[in-house]
T-cell receptor
């Protein structure tokens, strides 16, 4: 499979803690994207990092990309109960196809 | 600010029945996509349309057909529904095919009995 694979499959933390999710992939990519999905809703784009970038920030989100290891991480700092959702990485191949992983279910307890 | 609108939100079919899922976007995007989401499987691409007038198969196209009616609309048709097609279907759009983010609809939950 060319899908990104998130790790862990599930993560449970307390409010105020940081949440880190990882994504590994197999093929060369054009960019890597992270999406969030609240229960019963559609996916919402969070952040995109290009293959020539190593780190990107957006608010409480920090994404890193290591193309030599074919891996990425998403860090959510100072988590809130409202961050409870599933998080997906998606890799855009050099041929333009976008492949989604199976997701990490994050639960943030008040 | 509608974004991507899918209809219907819920549908129950009997095996062998046909139906069409409708999708429309108001962001003037060139590319549109249909995905299915199954528990533990992530999202899998069924069909996509890189631009108006073109459609291409994704990872799991069998049992489906699509029509890019115009730049705004992209429909997904199940000609003879099977229980294996029970899933949540998402339509998405993007400015272009090769780069950038996808904007998703809220999903259509389909059950085939």
């Amino acid at each position: 499979s060319q899908q990104g694979e998130e790790d862990p499959q599930a993560l449970s933390i307390q409010e105020g803690e940081n949440a880190t999710m990882n994504c590994s992939y197999k093929t060369s990519i054009n960019n890597l994207q992270w999406y969030r999905q609240n229960s019963g809703r559609g996916l919402v784009h969070l952040i995109l990092i290009r293959s020539n970038e190593r780190e990107k920030h957006s608010g409480r989100l920090r994404v890193t990309l290591d193309t030599s290891k074919k891996s990425s991480s998403l860090l959510i700092t100072a988590s809130r109960a409202a961050d409870t959702a599933s998080y997906f990485c998606a890799t855009r191949s050099t041929l333009g196809r976008l492949y989604f992983g199976r997701g990490t279910q994050l639960t943030v307890w008040p | 600010n509608a974004g991507v609108t899918q209809t219907p939100k819920f549908q129950v079919l009997k095996t062998g029945q046909s139906m069409t899922l409708q999708c429309a976007q108001d962001m003037n995007h060139n590319s549109m996509y249909w995905y299915r989401q199954d528990p533990g499987m992530g999202l899998r691409l069924i069909y996509y349309s890189a631009s108006e007038g073109t459609t291409d198969k994704g990872e799991v196209p069998n049992g489906y057909n699509v029509s890019r009616l115009n730049k705004r609309e992209f429909s997904l048709r199940l000609e003879s529904a099977a229980p294996s097609q029970t899933s949540v279907y998402f339509c998405a759009s993007s400015r272009d095919r090769n780069t950038g983010e996808l904007f998703f609809g809220e999903g259509s939950r389909l059950t085939v009995l």
